[in-house]
DNA sequence: ATGAAAGCGCTAACAG
DNA sequence: CTGTTAGCGCTTTCAT
């Protein structure tokens, strides 16, 4: 009835019944019911945002953005976790779906079969984030890990390390670390170098899991002169660890990570890593998204957007 | 009719059409629809989690502990983000009551009139997490900031320091940072001892931050032998400032910190903190949820549950 | 063990 | 400008 209109504020309502509805829902407490008004319209206004975890700063920062970007519009995010896990994403995703979503932002090309399906078979548009480098069920948005990781081989070949070890997450959980890696050796044989050493390592990374891992793969190969990390906080740990040692940086040893966060910022050294440029993926996503959706689901040409990570060379990198 | 049977094991079903319905759903890619299940059913099993930030760290974990208590449960946590912003929350309320939830677990005590208002209204359990001080709507877990305060200050005291400064986020949006300071200078009054200098300032708290303020505060009140920080993270960059300085810590300058931040673990030395039980904070309310929801309603005796934070002194503090 | 019918609280088309 | 009438896709209750 007319309330509804006024709740929406459409249609041509007088200004005095307006008034007198917006009191009366005042008074009663009123808050309406998205529930019965979604099964009604048929608009749902949701966006899934499906991350592998919270717990890992680069999540939380895409979120924002995305969150920043829809602020003023009708879509809210609800987020799910993952886990990393893809039976996780199935169940994640099928829940999610099951409240007939608008849109989905999904971070990561490789899902399970019954996943892409159910991606593919939703009917909204689906923009998977973080990486570009596969096959994108719609759009995509986000970095060439693997040219991340050649680039970073460039660049420190370019200084003259010759003696590298990687140390990471283990492999199988994280793909987008595992393209890193391959661009990384990939662009190391090109130019006849070999990793000498490498280690994968499972659970949080922190920066004492850094100084470890280092400590243990120094003792193991003495003769290292560079040291790759997954990321930067077990590069810091390794960079800690490293001056403690008085170990001279990176003269005798280099260092790098990954993901240039910004909360290291301060460390007695600035540790050479690589942007995943996640502010920029959470607020493309958002708007690739919106456009989608204004569309009307009319001509849906998938679309890519790579993204170009920006390497800081920081102080452990550039020994010339 | 059956197919909603089957699809939600309920009644009695002949295995054989059962069987016909599973398959048909599977090959249809049907996905229910539980907007619409929900509008029929009055359930909802939807948790919203109203949260200050996701940038804090803090939040996604006690989200991660509330996400875990809830895993095998028929609840699924849905969160909103208020930006420390009370008009926000209320906005991020009114959005997520009328999505009907079960239940509400949201941060801090302090809320508007017509938050409370909502909250008071929706008929549903509620629950105040990371702080006691105050009067819940209804249930309450958390620790108290202000004895954390008092503790701290006690602590620091029994080592002898007396020219004491502290730094900090701005207090009118942190209600929780403002009370632990309440309850420092409280206890330090007691000991006729006084803040000698403090510094609120605004924005993300990093290591950067803290060498900065660090660096300030001491340049401006070089007697200063102790500093308390309203985090960890400001803390542990005033930690490396005194180091790269040379001050002999904690001989010549003791620090603290707070929230038990696990990430730092690895620097040079290790800040003295507290921790803010987040963990078990996210476990308890959720735990605490369900028991309210099972009760069905019934005996709605408010409770509050304050956990007990434990002091780690670190290298920062410890003087004899 | 299965089908039929009546809503859940709203929105969307129509009438007036 | 305002009221009326159908559903939205499920669950629930009541018959069969």
Redesign the interface.
Known sequence: MTVSRVLRNRGDVSAATREKVLEAAKTL?Y??????G??ASQR?NLVAVIIPS??N?VF??V??AI?HELEDTEL?P??G?TDYLPEKEEKVL??M????PSGIIIAGLEHSDASR??LA?AGIPVIEIMDIDGTPVDCAVGISHRRAGRQMAKAILKQGFEAIGFMGTKMPLDHRARKRFEGFTEMLAKSGVEILDQEFYEGGS??????ELTADMMARSPDLDFLYYSND?IGA?GL?WA??EGIDVPKRLGLAGFNNV???????RQLATMDACRREIGEKAAQLLLARLDEGGGTLGSEVVELTPTLSMGDTLKRY
């Open positions: 407490g808050v309406p019911n998205k529930i019965a979604a099964l749902v919270l717990s700063m939380p920062e979120l924002s969150s809210q609800v987020v976790v099928f829940e779906l099951s409240w007939r399906a159910m078979a922190a920066l004492g899991k850094g100084r906080l740990g800690l001056l403690d910004e909360l290291l910022q301060g460390l007695p």
